[in-house]
């Protein structure tokens, strides 16, 4: 077993000479042994070794033991630990946050406190080959990105340096059969067989097949993950080039030229999208899957040109014809411009649908929510935006031209709804409709022609 550790910290470079390793410990056998291992090489890397153990809180009396177990361990060993008490269950209240995650939020600020007290390079972890196993098969069967299927990394950038884990190329067999050659007595881990049901059943279910099949699976397994990995960041360094040139930054979130981010290679949209949702959550939340970047592929892609989509967290989503807009700002502000075609069916930025048909025959509907005009009393195509400074519209029945912001006052629409609200123009700019308020003079008055265009206005 020593000789592969040793190769697999030299392939990946996980330490470096001169350094201080900070080791989370929990106390278990894989921990325990990483301890055990760094602590006899110590000399062949030239580093330096500090423990950090945290006491989740979780399970009382038993929790603290483990602690002192870690404490006395690293006296024994001469090794400086660092060991801390974290109120994991007020942090869940605090943050809603379900016990694995919240557990693994407060030990890595821990483990980031540690590393900057010590000026350390690394923080080793003891995930283990079939750790890597349970990831990747969980990870493919419940669906996840694509850098989600390369499972468990090897090294990461953390906090001052890196997360390095040594022991990815060595399974549980191996480990349990150093912890005996070694005398180490561990601590039972009790987490591991009721925190993660999910990761238990396949620990239980399936890779005792696998390991049947291949005592070696888990080799193949971290040859496959690492591959995955260096596909993932070359694809998504073309990725990044690509998007320059179709995305760009505004202030109110990242809008994108949709005619060349869908003739971009497919595998390059899909990353595109995740660059960009990354980038704008900072901390994705768990909450957004793989369901959440093939929808929004199917939306820029859909020939209908305008809508939006609500992600996780108030993101939206929203297409204007050849534009995609990503942003958490409320546009109740924000102006908008739509062609508008008949037939059409346009979702405003308000949630409401204007829909535009044609009809062979006067329909009688003469409510606020409907117009109808005369087709050949109309240029086409029509436009839906938002008000303009200087907007007029010759109001049906009146002489003359009423400007926009008066007929807001006088029909009592309320300010904070105004500069959201659609307006209808043709394409001489002759404002024909405030769907909802007022008609124009071009509302038709022949009622005996043999074609019509109606709009509709569907409130939410
Ligand atoms: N209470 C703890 N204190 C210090 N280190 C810990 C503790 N629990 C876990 N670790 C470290 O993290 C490694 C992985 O532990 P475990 O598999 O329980 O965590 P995980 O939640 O699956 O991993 P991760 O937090 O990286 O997602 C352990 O081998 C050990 O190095």
Redesign the pocket.
Known sequence: MLEVVHEFIEKHQLLECGTTVV??????P??LA?LHFLWSERERYDIQLV??????MLRGKQ?EE?MHF?KHFCEQHSIICEATQLDVPAYMERTGKGV?EA??DC??T??EQVMYKHHAHCV?????GD?QIE?VLMRLVRGSTTRGYAG?PVKRPFGSGY?VRP?LCIDRRQIEQYCRQNGLHARH?P??EK??YT?NRFRHFVLPFFKRENIRVHEHIQQFSEMMSEDEAFLEQLTKEELKRVVHQQEEGIHVDIPPFIRMPKPLQRRGIQLILNYLYGNVPSSLSSIHINQALLFLKRPHPSGMLHFPNGLKVIRQYEVCIFTFQQRQTSEYEFLFHVPDTIVLPNGCQLISQFVDRYPFIEDDDHIVIEADQLMLPLRVRTRKCGDRMKVKGMKHAKKISRIFIDEKIPANERAQWPVVEDASGNIIWIPGVKKSVYTATNITKNRYIVLHYKKQ
């Open positions: 080791v989370g410990v929990s106390g278990g894989d921990s990483l423990a950090a153990h945290v006491d989740h929790s483990d870690v694995q557990a693994r030990r890595y821990f483990f080793a972890l003891a995930h283990h750790d990831t468990i997360i022991f881990d987490s591991n925190d993660d990761r």
